[in-house]
């Protein structure tokens, strides 16, 4: 079973930077694709980003193109998200996600593992 776990969260101001972990146990992160997803309050999760597997490609939304890249840390097992030129529209928890095979997808019910979450607000 894989568990994922997020951190790197907090408080930045706009145009400011975070760079999220996803830590995985239980299994390999390289074997599979990673996608991040965020919620913001009274709002659906949206797709932001994946990364597929063994970093063969990565992908993401519109509004991320160019501000956010996903990485990866195979001897940690590790997946980070890096977060520049941030915008208060970018608070939202966000949460990493793997699906238990395939590539990336931007449909959360193709995803089986999710982590709990963590905080991003950019205010000033």
């Known amino acids: 079973q894989l568990r994922l776990v997020e951190s790197g969260g907090g408080l930045v101001q706009p145009g400011g930077s975070l760079r999220l972990s996803c830590t995985a146990s239980g299994g390999s992160l390289d074997e599979y694709a990673v996608a991040w997803f965020r919620q913001a309050p009274g709002q659906e999760r949206e797709w932001v980003g994946c990364?597929?597997?063994?970093?063969?490609?990565?992908t993401y939304a519109a509004s991320e193109e160019g501000r956010f890249t996903a990485s990866s840390d195979n001897t940690n097992n590790i997946q980070y998200l890096q977060m520049n030129n941030l915008k208060p529209e970018d608070t939202a928890v966000y949460y990493c996600?793997?699906?238990?095979?395939?590539?990336?997808?931007?449909?959360?019910?193709?995803?089986?593992?999710w982590g709990q979450g963590t905080q991003v607000t950019v205010s000033s």
């Open positions: 996600a793997v699906p238990r095979a395939g590539a990336c997808s931007q449909y959360e019910s193709f995803y089986e593992y």
């Open positions: 990364i597929a597997s063994h970093g063969r490609y990565s």
